[in-house]
Every structure is written in C-alpha cells, then in structure tokens.
C-alpha cells in the first residue's frame, strides 16, 4: 500500500502541473482561439473547473506524500474530477481537429481510471 499511495501522489501532482501547462499552451500558442471566440463563457468555466481540479490533486498529491490519513477522500474526489475532465477534453480536441491532443488526454485517462480502480481495490 505504501508504494500505491507514492505512485498515487506524485501522479497526482504531475497531473495538477501538467493541467495548468496544457492551459497555458493552449492559450499561449492560440489554439483555441477561435474556439473561445466563439464560446468565451464555456472556455472560462472549463478553465476554472479544471484550475479547482489541479488545485485539488495537488492538495491530495502533497498529502499523499506526507501520508496524511485524512487526504484519501479528497484524493478520490479529485482523480475523479480529473477522469470526468480528461474525458470531456478527448472529446473537445477530436471535434475541433487536434486529434494528438486527444490522443494524449485518452492515454491519461486511462492511467486515471486504472490508478484510482486499483486504489479503490485495495481500500475496500
């Protein structure tokens, strides 16, 4: 269980960094410009949804790591939000044509869904 919970944390950390870069590159190489022209509230609701989930897999990341007993619930909370985004991002990236975005966020879904199913195994 205790390397589970490291894995558990520094994935949940590089989940929370990689979060805001992606953003970051989107915005600064323009690539969805014409996306949030054309959708600004959408856009600014999803990149607020997405920065309070890579808050909270941060908070959970770095409790982990300092194996706090009280974190767990939160770090199911937030790899959950991570999963229901990374979903939702695949789909975005296909329907306006950046299918190696999508690609990247299917595999990261995956890896999500495997690691919070076996930390669910192993908790019951």
């Not at 990374?86 to 995956?110: D, H, Q």
Request: a positive charge; aromatic letters at 12%; charged letters at 15%.
């Amino acid at each position: 269980m205790e390397k589970l919970t490291k894995v558990s944390g520094i994935y949940a950390l590089i989940s929370a960094v990689s979060m805001v870069m992606v953003w970051s590159l989107l915005i600064g190489f323009d690539f969805l410009q014409d996306e949030m022209r054309a959708h600004p509230l959408r856009y600014y609701f999803l990149a607020a949804a997405e920065l309070i989930t890579a808050c909270m897999l941060f908070i959970s990341g770095v409790g982990l790591l300092k194996k706090s007993e009280r974190i767990l619930k939160l770090f199911y909370i937030s790899m959950g939000m991570m999963l229901y985004a990374v979903i939702l991002a695949t789909g975005e990236f296909l329907s306006i044509g950046l299918p190696w975005f999508a690609a990247l966020f299917a595999v990261v879904a995956i890896a999500t869904a495997a690691i919070l199913g076996i930390h669910l195994m192993k908790n019951q």
